[in-house]
């Protein structure tokens, strides 16, 4: 465990979340949004200052990080990667963040909306921080934990070990990505550049936690083409596309099948997107489960009820287009079973237990092991993300530098 080092994290997480890095769902560029490199250009500027000589921030928006190897065994190299934007589903401009010391347990009236309100009783976690610090935003945006938390985080554990020299470790890499939050975070990667022999992405939530296990997602996209004709001449001609898509989305089951009526290891299939014209219209669907053969299964199901509706307007036709967007991160990590074992070792080292749990989601820990880079997710301690009541304990945070600081020598150590 970390003995007497004064820990920068808090510091570092409300500077960061004050900078407006949300990524955008609608653009074509990449990064999706210029701003996210705001913060890049701070985490490259602080890393310099460190003494790490190796930094470099890319025209894409991806930061690539290597502190050299000080031990003189033959360690695998280990990333450790956080994504710098915010999600769209809520305001990330003037984020105002609030550290309560000693939160007392009350609850938390924002103070820029006296409606948001963050309770226990909403927030049983929250009862864990009673005594301790914790962050929150001021009411009107989100808070940013999801995930400057993790980027916080790492560059804390990169603090420690440029100001420990005499703590041994292999040759660390970071990686910090922008778009993460609309599905691109490692489109234009590098992996060569990267060049690591495995990762651990910092994007979880409560202390403790670690997933090696995510949805695996695919993306439906239907398009209707209806006939179109002058609404004052439109008997018996006209079929409008925008009323078959709304047909679609209501056929859905009810009680099932959705996000709002499933949990666990159960699947679903989310309409997420509408657009178009009474000529054309499309809906786009997220399709997600944890078994990768079961996502066909969906989209069948899906494709039989587009078809059913569509035979009540025979003049209609439809493109059904199915993209892949991730694969479940366990199916690689199975394959290497000691990238789990060490992070469960460190867990156990700083006193934790383990508590693991697949994710409802997807990190770029997904994509990254698909990329030859096998990649499990540790605990940054954010919760009630993507919201105005998003927060996080700043011991949560501590503990997470400690994990990763003991990760690396678990990894010297075995090597």
Avoid at 114 to 137: C, E, F, R, V
Wanted: aromatic residues 6%; proline residues 5%; glycine residues 6%.
């Amino acid at each position: 465990m970390i003995q007497n080092y004064q820990h920068t994290v808090t510091k570092r997480f409300l500077k960061y979340v004050t900078i407006d890095t949300q990524s955008d769902p609608q653009s074509n560029s990449q990064p999706s949004t210029q701003k996210q490199k705001d913060l890049s250009r701070i985490l490259v500027e602080e890393l310099i200052e460190m003494g790490i000589k190796n930094v470099e921030l890319d025209e894409f928006g991806y930061v690539y990080v290597t502190i050299p190897s000080n031990s003189k065994k033959n360690i695998p190299t280990i990333c450790f990667c956080s994504h710098v934007d915010t999600a769209p589903d809520c305001s990330g401009t003037h984020v105002q963040p609030i550290l309560h010391k000693e939160y007392d347990g009350n609850d938390i009236v924002l103070p820029h909306d006296n409606s948001q309100i963050i309770s226990t009783s909403k927030y049983p976690y929250l009862k864990n921080h009673i005594g301790k610090d914790i962050i929150t935003a001021s009411g009107s945006t989100l808070l940013g934990a999801d995930d400057k938390a993790g980027v916080a985080i790492i560059m804390d554990m990169a603090h420690y070990l440029i100001t420990h020299p005499e703590f041994e470790h292999g040759c660390i890499k970071i990686l910090f990505t922008p778009d993460e939050e609309i599905g691109m975070g490692t489109a234009k990667l590098d992996i060569a550049k990267l060049s690591a022999d495995y990762a651990y992405t910092l994007d979880g939530g409560e202390l403790g936690t670690f997933e090696d296990e995510t949805f695996s997602a695919d993306a439906v996209t239907i398009t209707v083409n209806g006939v179109i004709a002058h609404p004052g001449a439109a008997k018996g001609v006209m079929v409008n596309a925008l009323k078959i898509v709304s047909e679609i989305v209501a056929a859905l089951p009810k009680d099932s099948w959705s996000p709002e009526t499933t949990n666990k290891r159960e699947g679903f299939v989310h309409p997420v997107r509408i657009e178009g014209l009474a000529e054309k219209a499309s809906v786009e669907f997220i399709i997600r489960d944890f078994e990768t053969s079961k996502l066909k299964e969906h989209e069948n199901k899906l494709e039989q009820i587009t078809k059913t509706v569509l035979q009540h307007h025979p003049k209609a036709t439809i493109d059904f287009v199915v993209k892949e967007q991730y694969r479940n991160m366990k199916e690689i990590l199975d394959q290497h079973p000691h990238v789990v074992d060490h992070a469960i070792e460190a867990y156990k080292r700083v006193g934790l237990t383990v508590i693991k749990e697949p994710i409802r989601g997807g990190t770029d820990g997904s994509k990254l092991s698909f990329m030859g880079l096998p990649c499990p997710n540790i605990f940054t301690g954010m919760q009630a993300i993507h919201s105005k009541h998003e927060w996080i304990g700043v011991s949560d945070m501590e503990k997470s530098v400690e994990v990763l600081v003991e990760l690396v020598k678990v990894w010297e150590e075995k090597s």
